[in-house]
């Protein structure tokens, strides 16, 4: 059963016309679908128009991990 708090962590990018953007995204499941990524833009303001020209798996971690906050190890690890 996966852990409820963690997600997979993904960066896609974007372009229109000579415009880049990127964002970033945690969804459940490690698939991409195009749902997910037409869901993705609209929540970050991208032209629904906008080619995905990359997208790269980040991992499998919980917000805070993503978010660059500090994990404590437990003693064994650290």
């Known amino acids: 059963m996966p852990n409820k708090n963690k997600q997979h962590w993904y960066s896609f990018v974007f372009q229109h016309s000579s415009k880049t953007s990127q964002a970033y995204g945690g969804l459940p499941n490690k698939k991409v679908t195009k749902p997910d ?17 990359s997208c790269s798996y980040l991992g499998y971690m919980s917000e805070p991990e993503f978010q660059g906050d500090r994990v404590t190890l437990p003693t064994s690890l650290s």
Not at 38 to 52: F, H, V
């Open 37 to 53: 990524i037409e869901k993705l833009k609209r929540s970050a303001c991208i032209n629904g128009s906008a080619m995905l020209m």
